[in-house]
T-cell receptor, first 115, second 108 residues
Protein backbone atom coordinates (compact mmCIF):
# COMPACT_ATOMS: atom_id res chain seq x y z
CA UNK A 1 0.00 0.00 0.00
CA UNK A 2 0.91 3.66 -0.08
CA UNK A 3 1.71 3.90 3.59
CA UNK A 4 1.90 1.97 6.83
CA UNK A 5 -1.55 0.90 7.91
CA UNK A 6 -2.48 0.06 11.50
CA UNK A 7 -5.69 -1.37 12.85
CA UNK A 8 -7.71 -0.80 14.85
CA UNK A 9 -7.21 2.96 15.31
CA UNK A 10 -8.73 2.78 18.77
CA UNK A 11 -9.13 -0.12 21.15
CA UNK A 12 -10.73 -0.14 24.57
CA UNK A 13 -9.98 -3.27 26.57
CA UNK A 14 -11.09 -4.37 29.98
CA UNK A 15 -8.25 -5.15 32.35
CA UNK A 16 -7.25 -8.76 31.89
CA UNK A 17 -8.44 -8.96 28.30
CA UNK A 18 -6.11 -10.00 25.46
CA UNK A 19 -5.66 -7.65 22.50
CA UNK A 20 -4.09 -7.95 19.06
CA UNK A 21 -2.85 -4.95 17.11
CA UNK A 22 -2.14 -5.20 13.42
CA UNK A 23 0.44 -3.46 11.25
CA UNK A 24 0.56 -3.60 7.46
CA UNK A 25 3.88 -2.07 6.34
CA UNK A 26 4.77 -0.56 3.01
CA UNK A 27 5.10 -3.32 0.43
CA UNK A 28 8.70 -4.42 0.06
CA UNK A 29 9.92 -2.82 3.28
CA UNK A 30 12.35 -5.15 4.94
CA UNK A 31 12.32 -3.77 8.47
CA UNK A 32 9.36 -3.35 10.78
CA UNK A 33 9.38 -1.71 14.19
CA UNK A 34 6.93 -1.45 17.06
CA UNK A 35 7.02 1.47 19.48
CA UNK A 36 4.93 2.37 22.52
CA UNK A 37 4.13 6.02 23.14
CA UNK A 38 2.68 6.97 26.49
CA UNK A 39 0.92 10.29 26.90
CA UNK A 40 3.40 13.16 26.82
CA UNK A 41 6.37 10.92 26.07
CA UNK A 42 8.43 10.06 23.04
CA UNK A 43 8.10 6.72 21.28
CA UNK A 44 9.75 3.88 23.20
CA UNK A 45 11.14 0.94 21.26
CA UNK A 46 9.46 -2.42 21.73
CA UNK A 47 10.65 -4.82 19.05
CA UNK A 48 12.07 -5.05 15.54
CA UNK A 49 11.80 -7.45 12.60
CA UNK A 50 13.90 -7.86 9.54
CA UNK A 51 11.70 -9.80 7.16
CA UNK A 52 10.21 -12.56 9.32
CA UNK A 53 13.07 -12.65 11.81
CA UNK A 54 12.59 -10.88 15.13
CA UNK A 55 16.05 -9.41 15.63
CA UNK A 56 15.47 -7.43 18.79
CA UNK A 57 12.74 -7.71 21.40
CA UNK A 58 14.61 -6.05 24.21
CA UNK A 59 12.00 -3.31 24.60
CA UNK A 60 9.03 -5.55 25.30
CA UNK A 61 8.05 -4.63 28.86
CA UNK A 62 6.97 -8.09 29.99
CA UNK A 63 6.25 -11.59 28.77
CA UNK A 64 2.64 -10.51 28.27
CA UNK A 65 3.79 -8.77 25.10
CA UNK A 66 4.38 -10.85 21.99
CA UNK A 67 4.96 -9.86 18.37
CA UNK A 68 5.14 -11.83 15.16
CA UNK A 69 5.64 -11.30 11.45
CA UNK A 70 5.32 -14.82 10.08
CA UNK A 71 5.56 -14.09 6.36
CA UNK A 72 7.75 -11.03 6.50
CA UNK A 73 4.98 -8.56 5.76
CA UNK A 74 2.04 -8.02 8.14
CA UNK A 75 2.89 -7.96 11.83
CA UNK A 76 0.76 -8.45 14.92
CA UNK A 77 1.51 -7.18 18.40
CA UNK A 78 -0.35 -9.15 21.03
CA UNK A 79 -0.79 -8.12 24.62
CA UNK A 80 -2.11 -10.71 27.02
CA UNK A 81 -3.96 -9.95 30.26
CA UNK A 82 -3.86 -6.20 29.65
CA UNK A 83 -3.11 -3.88 32.56
CA UNK A 84 -3.87 -0.20 32.97
CA UNK A 85 -0.21 0.68 32.47
CA UNK A 86 -0.45 -0.78 28.96
CA UNK A 87 -2.63 2.18 27.94
CA UNK A 88 -0.68 4.01 25.23
CA UNK A 89 -0.46 4.60 21.52
CA UNK A 90 1.26 1.71 19.76
CA UNK A 91 3.15 2.82 16.69
CA UNK A 92 4.34 0.68 13.86
CA UNK A 93 7.00 1.81 11.41
CA UNK A 94 8.70 0.25 8.42
CA UNK A 95 11.91 0.92 6.59
CA UNK A 96 13.06 -0.14 3.18
CA UNK A 97 16.43 -1.38 4.35
CA UNK A 98 17.94 -3.15 7.29
CA UNK A 99 19.62 -0.04 8.56
CA UNK A 100 18.13 3.20 9.81
CA UNK A 101 19.84 5.51 7.36
CA UNK A 102 16.70 5.97 5.30
CA UNK A 103 14.50 6.80 8.24
CA UNK A 104 11.21 5.17 9.07
CA UNK A 105 7.67 5.56 7.77
CA UNK A 106 5.20 5.47 10.62
CA UNK A 107 1.61 4.38 10.78
CA UNK A 108 -1.10 6.40 12.50
CA UNK A 109 -0.92 4.20 15.55
CA UNK A 110 -3.41 2.28 17.65
CA UNK A 111 -4.58 4.01 20.80
CA UNK A 112 -5.13 1.37 23.46
CA UNK A 113 -7.10 2.27 26.56
CA UNK A 114 -7.33 -0.33 29.32
CA UNK A 115 -10.20 0.24 31.72
CA UNK B 1 23.92 3.34 26.10
CA UNK B 2 22.76 5.77 23.48
CA UNK B 3 20.46 8.48 24.76
CA UNK B 4 18.75 11.53 23.33
CA UNK B 5 17.83 14.51 25.50
CA UNK B 6 15.42 17.24 24.54
CA UNK B 7 15.52 19.61 27.49
CA UNK B 8 12.44 21.67 26.63
CA UNK B 9 8.97 20.17 26.79
CA UNK B 10 7.38 23.31 25.38
CA UNK B 11 8.76 26.17 23.34
CA UNK B 12 6.62 29.16 22.46
CA UNK B 13 7.77 31.73 19.92
CA UNK B 14 6.13 34.54 17.99
CA UNK B 15 5.55 34.24 14.28
CA UNK B 16 8.60 35.48 12.42
CA UNK B 17 10.96 34.90 15.34
CA UNK B 18 13.88 32.48 15.13
CA UNK B 19 13.41 28.97 16.47
CA UNK B 20 15.93 26.61 18.03
CA UNK B 21 14.83 23.22 19.32
CA UNK B 22 17.58 21.63 21.38
CA UNK B 23 18.76 18.05 21.15
CA UNK B 24 21.74 16.54 22.92
CA UNK B 25 22.85 12.98 22.54
CA UNK B 26 25.01 10.43 24.24
CA UNK B 27 26.69 8.00 21.90
CA UNK B 28 30.17 6.61 21.52
CA UNK B 29 30.88 6.55 17.85
CA UNK B 30 29.80 8.40 14.75
CA UNK B 31 26.10 9.08 15.17
CA UNK B 32 23.36 9.36 12.62
CA UNK B 33 20.69 11.77 13.82
CA UNK B 34 17.17 12.52 12.72
CA UNK B 35 14.42 14.99 13.46
CA UNK B 36 10.83 13.76 13.27
CA UNK B 37 7.73 15.95 13.43
CA UNK B 38 4.14 15.23 14.36
CA UNK B 39 1.55 17.81 13.35
CA UNK B 40 -1.82 17.82 15.07
CA UNK B 41 -3.83 14.69 14.21
CA UNK B 42 -1.18 13.47 11.78
CA UNK B 43 1.31 10.65 11.94
CA UNK B 44 4.92 10.96 12.94
CA UNK B 45 6.99 11.83 9.90
CA UNK B 46 10.63 12.35 9.04
CA UNK B 47 11.62 16.01 8.91
CA UNK B 48 15.30 15.79 8.18
CA UNK B 49 18.31 13.59 8.69
CA UNK B 50 21.87 14.54 9.43
CA UNK B 51 23.38 12.39 6.71
CA UNK B 52 21.63 14.18 3.86
CA UNK B 53 22.44 17.72 5.05
CA UNK B 54 19.17 18.92 3.60
CA UNK B 55 16.87 21.77 4.54
CA UNK B 56 13.20 20.91 4.84
CA UNK B 57 10.48 23.55 5.31
CA UNK B 58 13.23 26.01 6.18
CA UNK B 59 14.60 23.90 9.03
CA UNK B 60 18.25 22.95 9.32
CA UNK B 61 20.23 21.01 11.88
CA UNK B 62 23.97 20.80 12.33
CA UNK B 63 25.74 18.02 14.12
CA UNK B 64 28.16 19.39 16.70
CA UNK B 65 30.26 16.49 17.92
CA UNK B 66 32.13 18.63 20.44
CA UNK B 67 28.92 19.63 22.19
CA UNK B 68 27.14 16.35 21.26
CA UNK B 69 24.23 18.37 19.94
CA UNK B 70 21.94 18.35 16.92
CA UNK B 71 19.78 21.42 17.43
CA UNK B 72 16.99 22.16 14.97
CA UNK B 73 16.82 25.73 13.71
CA UNK B 74 14.64 27.93 11.58
CA UNK B 75 15.25 31.65 11.08
CA UNK B 76 11.60 32.71 10.87
CA UNK B 77 8.88 30.64 12.52
CA UNK B 78 5.52 30.16 10.81
CA UNK B 79 2.21 29.25 12.43
CA UNK B 80 2.17 25.97 10.50
CA UNK B 81 5.38 24.96 12.26
CA UNK B 82 3.42 24.36 15.46
CA UNK B 83 3.86 20.65 16.20
CA UNK B 84 5.69 18.09 18.31
CA UNK B 85 9.31 17.62 17.36
CA UNK B 86 11.37 14.55 18.21
CA UNK B 87 15.10 14.07 17.90
CA UNK B 88 16.20 10.48 17.25
CA UNK B 89 19.46 8.55 17.19
CA UNK B 90 20.18 5.18 15.63
CA UNK B 91 23.24 3.06 15.83
CA UNK B 92 23.79 1.20 12.60
CA UNK B 93 21.29 -1.63 12.56
CA UNK B 94 19.75 -0.92 15.94
CA UNK B 95 16.41 0.84 16.08
CA UNK B 96 15.88 4.55 16.56
CA UNK B 97 15.97 5.93 20.07
CA UNK B 98 13.73 8.98 20.44
CA UNK B 99 13.84 11.92 22.77
CA UNK B 100 10.78 12.87 24.78
CA UNK B 101 9.89 15.60 22.33
CA UNK B 102 9.41 19.35 22.34
CA UNK B 103 6.10 20.97 21.58
CA UNK B 104 6.62 24.07 19.45
CA UNK B 105 3.87 26.64 19.61
CA UNK B 106 4.08 29.55 17.17
CA UNK B 107 2.00 32.49 18.29
CA UNK B 108 0.50 34.78 15.68
Amino acid sequence: GAGVSQSPRYKVAKRGQDVALRCDPISGHVSLFWYQQALGQGPEFLTYFQNEAQLDKSGLPSDRFFAERPEGSVSTLKIQRTQQEDSAVYLCASSIAGTTNYGYTFGSGTRLTVV
Amino acid sequence: AQRVTQPEKLLSVFKGAPVELKCNYSYSGSPELFWYVQYSRQRLQLLLRHISRESIKGFTADLNKGETSFHLKKPFAQEEDSAMYYCALPSGNTPLVFGKGTRLSVIA
